[in-house]
């Protein structure tokens, strides 16, 4: 074999790997977060936080400073820190009066806390598909999907890229909902002018380790909503010990938790958040030179960025035109890892088919909320519900992580330069399965 044949040889079929080291770590932490942490650790005062009708009912220094440059940063009334997005989920759900069996709306294609918030109050989550373009909640699924029972939707904004807004609050006139946005994945990404998550009547963002700002764990709502804001507050910490001082009393969801986030991690987050800008356009930079140097790959989808939108790439979405390639995913992600692409995802997430929705066991072993009488009707999870989620997942999406890695212009050259080969020997991976067929 001549040696040019050699190099340019798929890794997976025997040939050299193009990318030989490791990427460096995504590491979002430097010295003002030290510092910072070291001085919460100094003054000995951890968390602020009183579960009694008192001043420090709203938490301490930290927490306050932390909320109040969230609110300025995204252009928002309120900013309520919570101990995770998990959290601050289920506190936006009660805070909204969702009642046991509402029917809420939520997108399949996400972690699975968008939709267990909706189950935590004994309500219905109901799965709308998605758009393959953006992979958010597509607006006519939703609307097809809604019922006399329907409350509200939750809509994410998955991968740094905003769901159509525009659409779902046209929906949410119309029929009356409300609606969450779940942009634990798009901190800095803009809508039409305004930040993704601030559109919606609460919207949340997660900071949890592999986020592009976090404080270890932790997470934020956004509302511009005085009375949102405050129930979240007392969801956050033991509502129903301070309900009762409060000169109006409304016990609706008014049952608390320990959501609350400690000063170590609001001091972090202050620092974090100054960064916020820097940490989404490096991102940005790193998707736009994939997208130029995996420009013309037949087959390949890169992501789509709608008119008005930026995207803060928590994912590099990919989407392969299986027929084209006439190849599975499978072989051509087996190619691309053997070349040394790392952080690199086959589908996502279809959250309808996990088995608590499947078999309709969540609350006990009876199949509570679904069988009990608050839940009107036989809401549908089978497979077929979400068909374009379900196609992506099972055989088209592929998605390099953008917060894995910290990469340099180098390690993106290599990405490229691994997917070009991958994609220069499609017919020498064609080739290999003939030649496995008729073994
Ligand atoms: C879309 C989405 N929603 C919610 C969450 C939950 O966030 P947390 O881990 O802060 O609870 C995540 C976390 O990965 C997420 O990606």
């Known amino acids: 074999m001549n040696n040019s044949k050699q190099a340019g040889q798929l890794a997976v079929l025997g040939g050299a790997k193009t990318i030989n080291t490791p990427f460096k770590l995504y590491h979002a932490m430097g010295q003002e977060e030290k510092q910072a942490a070291i001085a919460v650790l100094e003054s000995g005062v951890l968390s602020q936080f009183l579960g009694a009708w008192h001043a420090d009912f709203y938490g301490g220094s930290k927490v306050q400073q932390f909320e109040h440059d969230w609110a300025n940063f995204f252009k928002v009334k309120h ?44 309500a219905i989550p109901v799965f709308a598909d998605i758009e393959a373009a953006t992979f958010n909640l597509d607006p006519q699924s939703v609307e097809a999907n809604i019922t006399p029972h329907t409350k509200a939707i939750i809509a994410i904004d998955i991968f740094g890229h905003a769901a159509d807004m525009q659409a779902l609050l046209a929906l ?48 934020v709502m956004v509302t511009d909503d005085d009375i949102y804001a405050e129930r979240m507050r007392l969801i956050r910490n033991h509502a129903e010990a301070v309900v009762g ?83 599975s995913r499978q072989i051509i992600y087996d190619a691309l890892v053997a070349e040394g692409v790392a952080g690199l995802m086959q589908g996502y997430v279809n959250l309808h088919l996990l088995p608590m929705y499947q078999q309709k066991i969540a609350y006990g072993a009876q199949g509570f909320p679904w069988s009990a009488d608050i839940c009107r009707r036989d809401v549908d999870y089978g497979k077929g519900i979400c068909p374009v989620a379900e196609q992506l997942h099972d055989q088209s999406f592929l998605g390099l992580q953008m917060c894995l890695y910290e990469l340099t212009d180098t390690d993106i050259a290599l990405l490229i330069a691994a997917f070009q080969k991958v994609w220069a020997g499609l017919d020498s991976l064609r080739a290999s399965l003939v030649f496995q067929e008729d073994k």
Request: glycine letters at 10%; charged letters at 15%; hydrophobic letters at 45%.
């Open 245 to 327: 001082q409060k000169a109006e009393i409304n016990l609706v969801n008014m049952l608390g938790y320990n959501f609350r986030l400690g000063e170590m991690e609001c001091a972090i987050g202050v620092e974090q958040l100054k960064k916020l800008p820097h940490l989404v356009a490096r991102r940005q930079a790193v998707a736009m030179q994939l997208h130029q140097g995996l420009h013309g790959l037949l087959g390949l989808q890169r992501p789509v960025v709608k008119h008005d939108c930026t995207h803060a790439y928590y994912v590099y979405p990919m989407v392969l035109n299986l027929e084209l390639l006439g190849l």
């Open 79 to 122: 900013a309520v820190s919570v101990n995770s997005l998990t959290s601050g989920l289920i506190a936006a759900v009660g805070a909204l009066g969702i009642a046991p069996g509402d029917e809420v709306i939520v997108s399949p294609w996400t972690m699975c806390a968008s939709a267990t918030a909706i189950l935590h109050w004994n």
């Open 172 to 219: 949410a006139v119309k029929y009356d909902l409300k609606i969450i946005s779940d942009a634990a994945q798009a901190p800095g990404a803009y809508y039409h002018n305004k930040y993704a998550g601030t559109l919606a009547h609460i919207g949340g963002f997660s900071l949890n380790y592999h986020k592009h700002i976090h404080t270890g764990e932790g997470g």
